[in-house]
């Protein structure tokens, strides 16, 4: 077999190798989100019991980043797959492919690690708000309406749309910004990453304020994501999504309680 051929091949299995490592990280990380919520663990990380645990603030941040990697792999990985598929066929053959790739990785989940981070200290200031303001206290209802109606909103802006367009037709991004060597898989990660955020980040607040790990909502919005992201008219479903989040924000108002997890 000829030099070129032998590279070939390897770049297929790396390829392959990387991608089946992929699909078992997805897997996986729903097997741990599932044992979480069936065993209660998933209510030790849920922002507000964070709080209220007596935890220095840096072990409680520690602690929601380590079950946040769970659920980025759970729910944003699949909605990227097609995306890291694209760039793991262009770079296969390179021989720093698999550092490439683990820094796009790295990349990918520092972003959205990043999101978690400040979601999380900024629900803090929120707490405290409710804390100091007694009729706030009395209807914390309105927090929920409001993080659903804020979804339901940014769903119909510019910006989601020009994020989803960017991640839908990632051929263009990887032309324009694709060159060899571990650290572009780095920036790339970062570009894609960025993209994703802008994407999705007002249903991972969603997310994040019906609790890590909590499975009903990690279905519906994984699957949301991965349809409006992945599918062939997948843009059809980004208005009637946002029709549903503001309806859920009335209920949300209306019947506190009636919409479990937040």
């Not at 409710?130 to 009395?138: E, G, I, N, S």
């Not at 909590?214 to 994984?222: D, I, K, Q, S, Y």
């Amino acid at each position: 077999m000829s030099a070129i051929a032998r590279g070939v091949t390897g770049g297929i299995t790396g390829h392959t190798k990387a991608l089946a490592i992929l699909f078992a990280a997805i897997a996986g990380a729903w097997t741990l989100c599932i044992w979480a919520e069936i065993s209660g663990v998933a209510a030790t990380v849920h922002h507000h019991a964070l709080y209220e645990n007596g935890r220095p603030l840096w072990s409680s941040a520690l602690l929601l980043l380590v079950a946040w990697q769970a659920m980025t792999a759970a729910m944003m990985l699949p909605s990227s797959l097609g995306f890291i598929r694209m760039y793991a066929a262009a770079a296969r053959s390179a021989p720093e492919f698999p550092a490439a790739l683990a820094l796009f990785l790295f990349a990918y989940f520092a972003v959205w690690s990043g999101f978690a981070l400040l979601a999380f200290l900024g629900d803090m200031r929120l707490h405290a708000l409710v804390d100091a303001w007694p009729w706030l206290d009395a209807h914390p209802q309105i927090i929920a309406a409001g993080t659903l109606a804020l979804a339901a909103v940014y769903q119909l802006t510019p910006l989601k749309d020009a994020c989803l367009r960017a991640c839908r037709h990632p051929g263009m991004y990887l032309a324009a910004h694709y060159r060899r060597g571990a650290l572009n898989g780095l920036r790339i990660g970062f570009g894609h990453a960025l993209f994703c955020l802008g994407c999705c980040w007002a249903l991972m607040l969603v997310m994040f304020a019906a609790g890590v790990a909590h499975l009903a909502w990690m279905g519906v919005l994984g699957a949301v994501m991965l349809v409006e992201k992945g599918a062939r008219d997948g843009e059809r479903f980004v208005m009637p999504v946002g029709v549903a989040l503001a309806v859920l924000a009335a209920i949300a108002l209306a019947l506190p309680h009636a919409i479990p997890g937040l």
